[in-house]
């Protein structure tokens, strides 16, 4: 059974609260209208996977996170905190390039432990 881009929305619209960011940083970040945010989020329209990809990162969750039923695959253990409020785009850069690291390394020590 395919999953709904309503599904994949809810989902967006729980990890960008999550995250602390407002759909007007979201929509800076990806160099497009609010409203689109908004619209990914209800579901009104589709999300292309780089799109999605990009939004995964920036949230600290794995791609899978969205594309899956199951709603246990979710962040990696590695939390980052900051402050959301005044942040520019290039900060926004640096803390998905952060949340990447954090997950890329704790998906490498997730294989270490397996060996």
Request: aromatic letters at 10%; charged letters at 30%; proline letters at 1%.
């Amino acid at each position: 059974m395919a999953l709904t881009y309503e599904k994949i929305g809810q989902k967006l619209k729980e990890a960008r609260k999550a995250s602390g960011f407002t759909q007007e940083q979201v929509a800076k970040y990806l160099d497009i209208k609010r409203e689109n945010v908004s619209y990914y989020e209800t579901g009104t329209r589709p999300i292309d996977t780089i799109t999605l990809n990009k939004l995964a990162e920036l949230y600290g969750y794995s791609l899978m996170y969205f594309l899956s039923h199951d709603s246990e695959v979710k962040e990696t253990g590695v939390a980052t905190a900051f402050r959301a409020s005044g942040l520019s785009n290039e900060d926004l850069k640096v803390v998905t390039w952060a949340r990447k690291f954090a997950q890329n390394l704790d998906s490498l020590s997730e294989l270490l432990e397996e060996k």
